[in-house]
């Protein structure tokens, strides 16, 4: 069984368009994030949910908008793509905020915007 | 503002030896650290976590270190083999505050036959 799954694995894209990428635990876990891997292999948190709420937002274009239908759910929906865009979307999914939780993480989805 | 940096960028040993990947961040204040191996096209998985508390955990041919006054971190592999070929990401946890990671640019490591 997949625990964080992703979809779509791969999307190639023009710049200006609007995209979405879906993210989905069957761990029961109550918070979810998305990371973003730069060229340059940094892997930086976008935002964090706890139970479908906002907790975490780095700094992020607002051209990106989450949503968390539910907890086991957390999309992610990019406007006007930018070619700076271009990175690996990974998601991940903790049980809570406690010290001792590791995060697990997707497989990750490849956006290249031309 | 927390910053973790991996030394080497990359290595590439003959299989069999034993290898040492460093990790150092720049604030002391953390929850744990966490090592993490990453294979091409592949998501993350998580090694080791060591709690702030601890000095050390072990797992198998792994044992990573952790020193928090220092704000250094190795990842021991020993007997290495091809299927250790990865890049291995070390990430932090800050103190306070919600659960989020700090990561290294990661050591990519190839162990050739």
């Known amino acids: 069984d997949t625990a964080v799954s992703q979809t779509p694995k791969y999307l190639v894209t023009q710049m200006g368009n609007d995209k979405s990428i879906k993210c989905e635990q069957n761990l029961g876990h109550d918070t979810m994030y998305w990371y973003k891997q730069d060229s340059k292999k940094f892997l930086k948190i976008m935002f964090s949910y706890n139970n479908k709420e906002l907790i975490i937002n780095e700094t992020v274009p607002n051209r990106f908008s989450p949503k968390s239908p539910d907890k086991a759910h957390l999309n992610l929906h990019i406007n006007s793509l930018e070619l700076g865009d271009s990175a690996v979307y990974f998601c991940?999914?903790?049980?809570?905020?406690?010290?001792?939780?590791?995060?697990?993480f997707g497989p990750g989805t490849r956006l290249l915007v031309l | 503002k927390q910053e973790v940096t991996q030394i080497p960028a990359a290595l590439s040993v003959p299989e069999g030896e034993n290898l040492v990947l460093n990790c150092s961040f720049t604030d002391s204040a953390i929850y744990n650290l966490q090592w993490f191996r990453q294979d091409p096209g592949k998501g993350l998985t998580s090694l080791l976590l060591i709690q702030s508390s601890q000095r050390e955990q072990t797992s198998g041919r792994l044992n990573a270190s952790l020193d928090k006054s220092s704000g250094r971190s190795t990842l021991y592999i020993a007997a290495s083999q091809p299927g250790d070929s990865a890049t291995y990401l070390c990430?932090?946890?800050?103190?306070?505050?919600?659960?989020?990671?700090?990561f290294g640019a990661g050591t990519r490591l190839a162990v050739h036959p």
């Open positions: 990430a932090v946890r800050p103190s306070g505050g919600y659960n989020k990671l700090i």
């Open positions: 991940a999914s903790s049980q809570a905020q406690g010290r001792r939780e590791t995060q697990y």
